[in-house]
């Protein structure tokens, strides 16, 4: 057993000889589902194991494969200097004070501090900085593993979860009229991850959390891979999806090489072409519950929201796809065809055939002024005895919408509120969107106005 637990040592700080397999699943939290292949086998019954596994918490290790269950872990973490001196109890350390001075020392322990010189004497600190041998320093995480295999296996294949890298998602749109050309990318960031080659897969879905990570986190952690195929090229291109449970996976094409604190961004789908839809949309002034009140006489200016919407029409290969949430940036040229940012939002996760909606914006050129022409309130008689009774409250608005550009624009007004509530008189007819919302569409001519006023009746 003794030759087997020193023949499986592997270590992932140096290159290996037979490269143990890394497969990573990297979630946007932080949390990454380590996967090591390694080339040893196991014997039917008891096996123990030294490995050097990066980030290692001991609580979440396991084997994929059903023939193998972990037994038990003990895992030691990378030497500190505290750690050090205490296991070099007994033994004489140089110690570094200065440029050119050191000066000898026996640990006799190193909490409270205690050495001995050469003469006899004792130093109740610490001399300099220790020069320690490397026999007593852990360069990485080093885990005792015992498992037991149900039959011989012709290799050993471990999991666990640790934290050290993160993606996001970011879409840009060329808008070009009522047509927009899209392109994906996610980029990978390690934070204390490295990897000289590693099949990398991106998770993307609402994932519980339910405990903190119980390994420290290691500066450049390093997990070592098939040392033959770094950075290989993948003649797919582009991240390939898959569903799995209730999340969404997107493979990597290739094999990666992740380095701390440098990103890496890869293409998730080829560029596409969709429809491009824009609205101007003046937000409502009806608070969402609560009491209606008096407002200022003076007219408020009020944003005109800028929105953009990409159809997604299932059966086409922008459309089937899900796309992770992420960050949408718009694009628009100008005279000279030099493409500008118009616009920039965030989308949640979308569901394949689910349209792509985002607020780019306000408007320059299309304002809008609103103000409160009129307010009554009256009490409502109860229906019964002993029925509290109602308020009423009736507002009316005048919103004056201007458009300096050289073309018309549809505008809508949109008012919503919870409860009981309703349009009683407007001067546009009123769409009702559901039964919280109701929105006026209005066509504003170009370098003109359009004045539109309606009355609100609440009753609370």
């Not at 007004?413 to 546009?428: C, L, N, P, Y």
Request: aromatic content about 6%.
């Amino acid at each position: 057993m003794s030759c087997l637990a020193a023949a499986v040592l592997v270590g992932l700080t140096c290159p290996l000889t037979v490269g143990a397999q890394t497969s990573l699943s990297i979630y946007k939290d932080g949390r990454v589902v380590v996967r090591q292949t390694i080339p040893q086998a196991l014997t039917k019954g008891r096996n123990t194991l030294t490995l050097r596994l990066a980030g290692l918490d001991p609580a979440t290790l396991f084997s994929p494969d059903s023939a193998v269950t972990v037994l038990s872990a003990r895992v030691r973490y990378p030497t500190t200097a505290a750690d050090a001196l205490a296991r070099a109890a007994g033994q004489t350390l140089s110690f570094v004070r200065s440029k050119g001075d050191t000066v000898k020392a026996t640990v006799v322990r190193a909490d409270p501090p205690q050495y001995r010189l050469s003469d006899g004497r004792y130093l109740l600190e610490q001399p300099g900085t220790p020069l320690v041998p490397g026999d007593l320093v852990r360069t990485g995480a080093e885990a005792e593993i015992t498992v037991d295999a149900a039959r011989d296996r012709p290799r050993t294949d471990l999991a666990y979860v640790a934290q050290g890298a993160t993606w996001e998602a970011l879409y840009q749109i060329q808008v070009s009229g009522a047509r927009g050309q899209v392109s994906g990318t996610v980029t990978v960031t390690p934070q204390a991850l490295r990897s000289d080659s590693a099949a990398v897969q991106l998770v993307a879905g609402q994932i519980n959390r339910a405990r903190a990570p119980a390994a420290p986190p290691e500066a450049g952690m390093r997990m070592e891979a098939d040392m033959v195929s770094r950075q290989a090229a993948d003649a797919r291109g582009y991240a390939e999806e898959q569903a799995v449970g209730e999340a969404h996976v997107y493979e990597l094409p290739g094999r990666l090489a992740l380095e701390p604190g440098v990103p890496v961004a890869t293409a998730i789908f080829p560029r596409a072409s969709v429809a491009v839809t824009k609205e101007f949309v003046v937000p409502g002034v009806l608070p969402w519950r609560g009491w209606l009140g008096q407002v200022p006489v003076e007219p408020n200016r009020v944003p005109v929201q800028v929105w953009y919407t990409l159809k997604r029409v299932r059966g086409t290969a922008f459309g089937d796809r899900p796309l992770p949430g992420g960050t949408v940036q718009l694009y628009e040229p100008d005279s000279a065809g030099r493409v500008q940012l118009i616009g920039e939002a965030t989308i949640d996760h979308t569901a394949p055939g689910r349209d792509v909606r985002v607020q780019a914006g306000d408007a320059f050129d299309v304002t809008a002024e609103r103000v409160q022409t009129d307010y009554t309130q009256e009490a409502i008689p109860p229906a019964r005895r002993g029925v509290p009774a109602k308020q009423r409250v009736t507002a009316s608005y005048r919103v004056t919408i201007t458009n300096a550009k050289p073309e018309s624009v549809a505008v809508d007004v949109r008012e919503s509120r919870f409860g009981v509530w309703r349009i009683v008189d407007s001067s546009a007819p009123p769409e009702k969107i559901s039964a919280t919302e109701t929105r006026f569409r209005v066509s504003v001519p170009a370098n003109g106005e359009v004045v539109l006023t309606y009355t609100v009746q609440i009753e609370s």
